[in-house]
């Protein structure tokens, strides 16, 4: 079974670009969530799917952060115009029921604003 | 005050040695608690959840959970080299969701 999966690894762009990131769960996994860990501090959760809808958004920082999940399948995570304190790494996780010990974290997308 | 404290480390511990791991939360309400191993550019790996106060054990590893002090430490029997990672502590407020909170994470050290 392919776990959680996410793409790019890393990503370097200049400040005022835009930068797409993208989750794709484990098959079947409803609830997908993304979370983010800044330089030196502890990651965060940003936000909670729901199959296609937003369960929970409460820990996305601002509107230049735009999450979607069209279908239910993979998600993304757009940072539109980024800036230099958007910089860390990203976290997505999947799980196929709401019990926390099924929560499988990806890779992580490792962001670099210049 | 942060909501899940540990320490940064790193923790050097010898080959075969116990590591112990200490987690403080500042949410009295919280209910369910996690011990995660990071490798270096990997993903965050589940290795241990405690719901109630006392001891969990799970081979080499045991949580311990202390609600009332606020705390939550993981011991590494016979530490291997392998052991060598960051630990992350999360902390979840309720069973629905997972809003966890994490700690910075101990960075572990197993010396051969």
């Known amino acids: 079974e392919a776990g959680v999966t996410q793409f790019p690894s890393h990503s370097v762009i200049e400040k005022g670009q835009t930068v797409t990131l993208r989750c794709d769960p484990i098959s079947g996994h409803d609830n997908l969530y993304w979370y983010r860990r800044v330089m030196g501090k502890e990651i965060k959760f940003l936000l909670h799917f729901v199959k296609e809808s937003k369960q929970d958004e409460s820990g996305m920082p601002n509107n230049r952060f735009l999450a979607e999940r069209t279908g239910g399948t993979y998600s993304t995570l757009k940072v539109q115009p980024a800036e230099l304190e958007d910089s860390g790494v990203y976290f997505c996780?999947?799980?196929?029921?709401?019990?926390?010990?099924?929560?499988?974290f990806g890779s992580g997308t490792q962001l670099s604003v210049l | 005050q942060k909501e899940v404290e540990q320490n940064s480390g790193p923790l050097s511990v010898p080959e075969g040695a116990i590591a112990s791991l200490n987690c403080t939360y500042s949410d009295r309400v919280s209910q369910s608690f996690f011990w995660y191993r990071q490798y270096s550019g990997k993903s965050p790996e589940l290795i241990m959840s405690?719901?109630?106060?006392g001891d969990k054990e799970d081979g080499r590893f045991t949580a311990q959970l202390n609600k009332a002090s606020q705390y939550v430490s993981l011991l590494i029997r016979d530490s291997q080299p392998s052991d060598s990672a960051t630990y992350l502590c999360a902390v979840n407020r309720d069973n629905y969701g997972q809003n966890f909170v994490f700690g910075p994470g101990t960075r572990l050290s197993v010396l051969p």
């Open positions: 405690i719901y109630s106060n």
């Open positions: 996780a999947s799980s196929h029921e709401q019990g926390a010990e099924k929560l499988f």
